[in-house]
Nanobody
Framework: QVQVVESGGGLVQTGGSLRLSCAASGFTLDDYTIGWFRQAPGKEREVLSCFRRDGNSLYYAEAAKGRFSISRDNAKNTEHLQMNSLKPEDTAVYYC????????????????WGQGTQVTVTS
């Protein structure tokens, strides 16, 4: 059974850091494109990054460039989203998702979603 589970969210002050984790089960990370998204109240879901299944490309959306970075622990089949210099506007529910087909880096490409983890940045 393919499953992704996010963890690591919480409450942090402006300028702080958090590391989110996306633990995969039922598949190997390298065989799927993994995306990170977030959704703030009243806003549409926003893509942050996609690590493509071919392993050759890692895409960061404008919202993530310069402050967010992706890493992987293949031994634990887990991908991490390191978020630095957090701002109140980063407050959202953060999701990871898995796509076995290698489609474009948009939410509609992803079939398997985690339950999300809340990130709240206080001013």
């Amino acid at each position: 059974q393919v499953q992704v589970v996010e963890s690591g969210g919480g409450l942090v002050q402006t300028g702080g850091s958090l590391r989110l984790s996306c633990a995969a089960s039922g598949f190997t990370l390298d065989d799927y494109t993994i995306g990170w998204f977030r959704q703030a109240p009243g806003k549409e879901r926003e893509v942050l990054s996609c690590f493509r299944r071919d392993g050759n490309s890692l895409y960061y959306a404008e919202a993530a460039k310069g402050r967010f970075s992706i890493s992987r622990d293949n031994a634990k089949n887990t991908e991490h989203l390191q978020m630095n210099s957090l701002k109140p506007e980063d407050t959202a529910v953060y999701y990871c998702a898995a796509d076995p087909r290698g489609g474009p880096c948009i939410a509609q490409s992803f079939h398997y979603w985690g339950q999300g983890t809340q990130v709240t940045v206080t001013s």
